[in-house]
């Protein structure tokens, strides 16, 4: 019986990295990545090589339907020592193209008016790693939501007319990239991700698109785990992502990830630690990992990659058993 408790104990490490890999146009991350030279990119091999995650959400890596530069990554990380069998990405709202004058300038076609800011499709996604296996059918994928469904959302709205009009409004979709629950089959049972990356709350005009869309992204995951859209994990889980938010500092809507964080369901392991560092705002809280209460935290830090060519954000590892 001691046994069993002990194997039922085995700890996970859990973590989340804004890479930061995104490249100019499609097919180039790839290329980065099979050239075995780019430091940019050995920083992140070297960065998650030394976290030694179990799972791992990543945001800032092109997405192709084919996975293959998530899947090269990966290759590169085995050869360095950290296998991670099991790659889960999604097609994104990332440089999707909608057809329609997302962002009012009169314009179709931009990067601007794809459902999420991109150049191309897929620019600066999402991703999983894994050590165990990844349940993909059952997959909940809340991308298609539009923003104006989400209930309280934000929306601009100026002197009763939409911003950028009517057609707009009911076009945009409410995640930049994307809004995953994500179960994954653990040697403890299974546990689910709840995985986002929001866009920055900045970029924007008076009308305060993006700072209002960064607040709904977060706000989304209050709804959710109310059991409003979509269906609340049953399990054990982890909420984990880069919210570009920080709960007292910068231009961001904060009282949205305040609220995430005192949520009766979810626990902060890292309360008041920033995760990155830009020249124009110095260090920020932006990235967190945060489990639900039936969780125990064992421990819970940063690494900050090192290079010239580094990540500006430090991945965010929490070790969790049950």
């Known amino acids: 019986m001691l046994l069993a408790s002990f194997a039922q104990a085995e700890p996970l490490r859990i973590a989340t990295f804004n890479t930061e890999l995104s490249r100019k146009g499609p097919g ?3 290329r980065d990545i099979l050239r075995d030279d780019d430091p940019s990119i050995a920083s992140v091999v070297q960065t998650i090589t030394a976290a030694n995650p179990d799972i791992i959400a990543l945001q800032g890596i092109d997405y192709d339907l084919e996975l293959s530069a998530l899947n090269a990554l990966a290759d590169a990380l085995t050869a ?4 991670y069998p099991h790659h889960f990405a999604a097609p994104p709202n990332a440089g999707r193209q909608s057809g329609v004058d997302l962002d009012g300038d009169g314009k179709r076609g931009g990067p601007r008016d794809a459902q999420g800011y991109g150049r191309f499709f897929g620019q600066g996604a999402m991703a999983i790693l894994s050590r165990y296996p990844i349940m993909t059918a059952q997959l909940q994928d809340f991308s298609t939501l539009l923003w104006r469904d989400l209930p309280g ?9 939409p911003f950028a009009g009517t057609e707009a409004h009911a076009t945009q979709r409410l995640s930049s990239n994307s809004h995953w629950s994500l179960p994954i089959q653990t040697p403890n049972g299974p546990i689910t991700l709840l995985t986002y990356h929001a866009t920055p709350p900045v970029f924007d005009g008076p009308e305060d698109r993006n700072g209002r869309r960064n607040r ?10 109310a059991g409003e859209i979509g269906t609340p994990p049953q399990d054990a889980f982890i909420l984990l992502g880069d919210a570009n938010l920080d709960p007292t500092r910068g231009d961001g809507r904060g009282k949205a990830i305040a609220a995430l964080l005192a949520h009766p369901a979810l626990q902060d392991p890292l309360p008041e630690h920033p995760t990155a560092s830009w020249s124009q705002t110095g260090p920020m809280r932006v990235d967190y990992v ?8 064992l421990d819970a830090g940063l690494i900050w990659p090192q290079g010239d060519a580094a990540s500006r954000h430090a991945l965010v590892w929490v ?4």
Request: hydrophobic letters at 45%; zero cysteines.
């Open 319 to 322: 070790d969790l058993t049950r």
């Open 153 to 161: 959302s934000l929306y601009p709205i100026i002197d009763g007319t």
């Open 290 to 297: 945060l489990p639900s209460r039936d969780w125990q935290v």
């Open 28 to 30: 180039i991350l790839l």
């Open 80 to 83: 360095a020592g950290a296998p």
């Open 216 to 225: 709904d992204e977060t706000a989304f995951w209050v709804h959710h785990l």
